[in-house]
């Protein structure tokens, strides 16, 4: 009888694993890059290349690591789709003018194919008296 009844719960615990395939899932995080104390503009920097097609978000969050002068930096996310190339989804403009927070952060949703890689990009920075920015991207696969 007591063997009976241990096989009935590895049976029940089989049963209920195997329902939680079903579940629905949150976003997948494929990529999490830091390019910190960057001193000036950077081409294209791979973040992640996709293994498959489909839908990817990519959140961008870069912020002044010091903010002396009148420092601006602008970061932009380029990706290719079925049709074409991409860039500027989720641009971000930083500026350490008129007492703001010194932080900028955006977020794009995107179709990327597979092997083609989805790239961070600064394409202007004004940084007088040696100020430094970080950039830091997230991929999730949705």
Not at 11 to 19: D, I, K
Not at 35 to 61: H, I, K
Not at 97 to 115: E, K, M, Q, T
Request: negative net charge; hydrophobic residues 40%.
């Amino acid at each position: 009888m007591k063997k009976l009844s241990v096989i009935a719960v590895i049976v029940y615990l089989c049963a209920s694993l195997s329902a939680l395939d079903h579940l629905p899932r949150g976003p997948v995080v494929v990529a999490d890059v830091a390019l910190t104390a960057q001193t000036s503009t950077f081409s294209p920097a791979t973040v992640y290349t996709p293994t498959e097609d489909g839908n990817y978000r990519v959140s961008v969050y870069t912020d002044f690591a010091s903010a002396s002068g009148s420092p601006n930096v602008q970061t932009w996310i380029e990706w290719t789709d079925d049709t074409k190339a991409h860039g500027s989804g989720a641009g971000i403009f930083v500026s350490a003018n008129s007492g703001n927070d010194y932080y900028g952060a955006a977020s794009s949703i995107v179709h990327a194919i597979s092997g083609q890689p989805i790239q961070v990009e600064c394409t202007f920075a004004s940084l007088p008296g040696g100020n430094t920015y970080n950039t830091y991207v997230v991929v999730e696969k949705l």
